[in-house]
């Protein structure tokens, strides 16, 4: 089932995007925050982020899912070398297929503004993580840029303004919340913590 137009899809799995956001991004997404243990990576896409969180993070064992069968099929096929250390699964991640308290932390980058209902993406984060396990990521905010973006490519997608981002993480009760803006306010990094 995918949910991004066939450009953007292109775009997700290009080599220019992977360099970027593994070396750029992501590292910008951590703060320097070290991953171990069990690690769900949310709307992976194709593996561009998983394979450089994989190598940075030794000690964490990566699931990584997306609800697009192409996605997780270049995912699987790009994170082969990394062996049992990462698993791809494909998931909504709106009901996710994981029992509750299961991992210690999940990734999410540049994903929620494809799951319409990205407060219950949020919900379902908080149920599968345990008690002390943090949520990291990033995301599109509803910028005049990412609008417009958006609507030349009709993929579905609800942007998200940072107050209902921080409202929705203290909703699913999330706590030391911490929501910033980068890139000139196009996009917003947060962290939070499962109490
Ligand atoms: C813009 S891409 C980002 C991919 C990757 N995180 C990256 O930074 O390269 C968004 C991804 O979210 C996935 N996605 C959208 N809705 C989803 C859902 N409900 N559950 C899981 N994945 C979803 C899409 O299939 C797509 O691969």
């Known amino acids: 089932m995918p949910v991004m137009s066939k450009v953007e899809a292109a775009f997700c799995r290009s080599e220019p995007w992977r360099a970027f ?102 919900t379902e984060v908080a149920r599968v993580l345990r008690p002390g396990g943090r949520f990291l990521g990033y995301d599109l905010t509803a910028s005049r840029s990412a609008k417009a973006l958006h609507l030349a490519d009709r993929s579905a997608h609800q942007l998200i303004n940072p107050y209902q981002l921080r409202h929705a993480l203290e909703e699913a009760r999330f706590v030391d919340i911490t929501v910033t803006h980068g890139l000139g306010r196009l996009v917003a990094r947060f962290d939070a913590t499962k109490p």
């Open 21 to 122: 956001t593994a070396k750029v991004v992501m590292p910008w997404v951590l703060n320097g925050e070290g991953l171990a243990g069990e690690v769900l990576e949310i709307g992976a896409g194709a593996g561009a982020n998983t394979a450089a969180l994989a190598a940075a993070h030794p000690r964490a064992t990566i699931t990584a899912s997306d609800i697009d069968p192409v996605m997780v099929g270049a995912a699987r096929a790009r994170l082969t070398n990394f062996g049992t250390q990462v698993t791809v699964q494909q998931a909504d991640t709106t009901r996710l297929p994981f029992e509750a308290g299961r991992f210690d932390a999940t990734v999410s980058l540049l994903m929620l503004h494809h799951v319409v209902d990205w407060q219950r993406a949020i």
